[in-house]
């Protein structure tokens, strides 16, 4: 995935439209049917939250110099 506007400051749902865009897109061009997209957009949207829960609790600078989430 490609997202070219990171400098764009805005809330966060923003984000999630544009991944679950994006999984979706990426699902079809690689031959998932709906049922198939709509489950990887949902497991997306479950790791979103389960990342979003582990930062709350995080500091700025923590948050800044950690690792990529999820890998």
Do not use: H
């Not at 979706?24 to 709509?38: H, K, M, S, Y």
């Amino acid at each position: 995935m490609n997202d070219f506007d990171e400098v764009t400051v805005g809330p966060c749902e923003w984000d999630l439209k544009r991944l679950v865009a994006s999984v979706n897109v990426a699902g079809r061009e690689n031959g998932l049917n709906r049922p198939e997209r709509a489950a990887a957009v949902q497991r997306a949207v479950k790791g979103y939250r389960a990342d979003l829960t582990q930062l709350e609790s995080m500091g700025l600078l923590e948050i800044w110099s950690m690792p990529i989430l999820g890998v």
